[in-house]
């Protein structure tokens, strides 16, 4: 049962332009919502995130979009540079339920110079 | 740098042996947890450490996995009996409470059972 789906596997843009990932999810008692960046053999660091409160979340070239009514979730990035190439993975959390995080699969996203 | 340390960074075992790999959270940091990331997947959740108790330990596969925290920081999560399918790379990450929602993670380790 996967509670945080990322449909897109990967995602090439070219420099300059505008990058959007996309998430959904499936139970509502999410209330919090994050994106995490992730290069090869590092762990993930945290890039953004989102309260169930709001539906916009905006951090210099990073915007975050939360469609409740959807169950679904953006990250935008414009405009694109190449060293945002990496894998970008969803994840949500409930209050519940001590801050555990459950992520989507990933979108590996390439930008082209 | 004072980030989320994990030992070792590459472990290569036979399949049955037991292994133990070692986190060592952020400073001051209350919670901590363990995820793993199997090839071509998401992050799956493990268990969370809240100071030494584990108030959910749900996301563990199997009896075969344990782990530990002593002193409200280093935590260790051994497999016994390793097989095939625990190949995959092992996260911890820390946070300052449980309902801190940004966790910082450390770099992992690369489990691989032949």
């Known amino acids: 049962d996967q509670q945080v789906k990322q449909n897109s596997p990967s995602l090439s843009v070219q420099e300059g332009r505008i990058s959007i990932l996309n998430c959904d999810y499936t139970?509502?008692?999410?209330?919090?919502f994050l994106w995490y960046k992730k290069y090869p053999a590092e762990g993930p660091t945290f890039l953004i995130s989102?309260?169930?409160?709001?539906d916009k979340n905006e951090d210099g070239r990073f915007t975050v979009f939360l469609n409740k009514s959807a169950k679904h979730l953006s990250l935008h990035i414009v405009p694109s540079q190449p060293g945002d190439s990496a894998v970008y993975f969803c994840?949500?959390?409930?209050?519940?339920?001590?801050?555990?995080?459950?992520f989507g699969q990933g979108t590996e996203l390439s930008v082209k110079p | 740098g004072a980030g989320v340390s994990q030992s070792p960074s590459n472990k290569v075992t036979e399949k049955g042996k037991d292994v133990e790999l070692r986190c060592d959270p952020i400073?001051?940091?209350?919670?901590l947890y363990w995820y793993r990331q199997s090839l071509g997947q998401g992050l799956e959740f493990l268990i969370y450490?809240?100071?030494?108790?584990?108030?959910?330990k749900s996301g563990l596969p199997s009896d075969r996995f344990s782990a530990e925290r002593t002193g409200g920081s280093v935590s260790t999560l051994t497999i016994q009996r390793t097989q095939q399918e625990d190949s995959a790379v092992y996260l911890c990450?820390?946070?300052?409470?449980?309902?801190?929602?940004?966790?910082?993670f450390g770099p992992g380790t690369r489990l691989t059972v032949l």
């Open positions: 990450a820390s946070s300052l409470e449980p309902q801190e929602n940004e966790q910082f």
């Open positions: 139970n509502s008692m999410f209330d919090y």
């Open positions: 989102i309260s169930s409160i709001k």
């Open positions: 994840a949500a959390s409930a209050r519940n339920q001590g801050g555990k995080l459950i």
């Open positions: 400073s001051g940091h209350t919670a």
């Open positions: 450490f809240q100071g030494n108790s584990a108030p959910d």
